[in-house]
């Protein structure tokens, strides 16, 4: 896998940190190894077998773990699925092929494409990263903009803020640019669908992705908030709440 980190040594504090987070996955919980076309995958399973499916996909840079502050609330309702994106860095196959390809809808679905890509954003972002830790930081925050671990900040948050500069500091994301769905593909989301953007997201334009459901998907529920950066929190209660109506 050390080809999507900048170092074995860098790999190993990773996925160390991985399972030992792991290990207190605040509900019971199954974690399955499934063999897929693009390789081995990781999931995190929880909540009653019988009860309906939720499957869970992270964003770049991340695993399964962004999910930790919600399952608690979510698994007594599904049977909760969250999954390690291929090639990023969690407990999955480090594949990573082609996003403009039709890959990784073959190997499950991946949930961006929808808003534009700010084009100014890496370029925020790079020089940041030469600048050691206080430089990783001060990328996430401007990467996320309320980030993890920042202001009022629960000690769980403060964690994942350490857990996620640890990744990032050995971890070589993925450059290509994010591919976006046209209208055509939008408008054959028949299911129920709920969007949560925030207005100040330095990586996504959410003027863009409110437009395109607004035009494409006008049964979609679209929540745009004011305040919020890249990172969205305190949104699982208002979640579940959707999924159970």
Not at 38 to 65: I, M, Q, R, W
Not at 126 to 148: F, I
Not at 197 to 214: F, P
Request: hydrophobic letters at 45%; one cysteine or more.
């Amino acid at each position: 896998m050390t080809e999507i980190y900048t170092s074995e040594a860098g790999e190993r504090a990773v996925l160390e940190r991985t399972l030992e987070l792991l290990a207190r996955w605040p509900v019971p919980n199954e974690q399955l190894r499934v063999a897929t076309r693009e390789g081995e995958t990781f999931v995190v399973a929880c909540g009653p077998k019988d009860a309906p499916a939720l499957v869970l996909l992270h964003g770049s840079g991340a695993n399964a773990l962004m999910w930790t502050g919600d399952a608690a609330a979510w698994a007594p309702h599904f049977r909760v699925y969250a999954v390690d994106m291929i090639g990023e860095p969690g407990l999955s196959a480090p594949s990573r092929p082609p996003l403009e390809s039709d890959a990784y809808a073959l190997w499950l679905l991946c949930p961006g494409g929808v808003g534009k890509l700010r084009a100014s954003f890496p370029f925020k972002v790079a020089p940041l990263l030469l600048l050691g830790r206080w430089g990783r930081r001060r990328a996430m925050q401007v990467a996320l903009g309320s980030a993890p671990g920042a202001g009022r900040a629960t000690e769980g948050e403060r964690e994942i803020a350490d857990y996620v500069s640890l990744i990032f500091k050995h971890f070589r994301p993925r450059r290509e640019k994010l591919p976006t769905f046209g209208d055509q593909a939008l408008r054959r989301l028949a299911m129920p669908l709920l969007a949560i953007v925030g207005a100040r997201d330095a990586m996504l334009d959410s003027a863009n992705t409110a437009w395109r459901l607004a035009r494409a998907v006008p049964h979609a529920k679209l929540c745009l908030l004011p305040e919020a950066g890249h990172f969205i929190r305190d949104q699982t209660k208002p979640v579940l709440d959707f999924l159970l109506r």
